[in-house]
């Protein structure tokens, strides 16, 4: 499910977000940029051309993905990186490195998936179109399963 919402064929809304994207190993090696929120996404995705801002990252795995319209490609799982979503709290977590087009400006248009939102726990508030934060974390399931 993507968050571009649509009534009748028509654009209603987006959910973006500004983050900031950085090594937790190398200080000053950082991104901020708006993203879309893409719960069809499965983690942080951005642009392999940004791979190296990040210096050395110590995990790092190549994946193949798929993408919405069914191609599979190659990418770049890695990790750890602190990722902040908007002004709620800084996590460590993973992030897909593709190879991403730029948008009719010129500009790269990273994702933010759901895997993502979960570690910061974040959820999206569909009615206002905006992000919210998770209150407390849910382990009633975990505890039934025990």
Not at 104 to 128: F, K, W
Request: glycine fraction near 10%; aromatic fraction near 6%.
């Amino acid at each position: 499910m993507s968050l571009i919402l649509r009534r009748q064929g028509q654009l209603m809304g987006r959910v973006t977000s500004w983050i900031t994207v950085g090594s937790i190993f190398e200080a000053g090696r950082e991104v901020r940029c708006k993203a879309l929120v893409d719960t069809g996404a499965y983690c942080l995705t951005l642009p392999a051309a940004w791979r190296d801002r990040f210096g050395t990252i110590p995990m790092a795995e190549t994946i193949e993905v798929e993408m919405a319209d069914g191609r599979v490609e190659r990418g770049e799982l890695c990790g750890p990186l602190k990722i902040q979503i908007g002004d709620f709290s800084a996590f460590a977590g993973q992030a897909l490195f593709i190879e991403m087009p730029r948008d009719d400006e010129g500009n790269y248009v990273p994702l933010i998936g759901y895997m993502t939102l979960e570690g910061a726990r974040v959820s999206v508030d569909m009615v206002a179109h905006r992000l919210r934060r998770v209150p407390r974390v849910d382990l009633k399931r975990a505890l039934r399963a025990a």
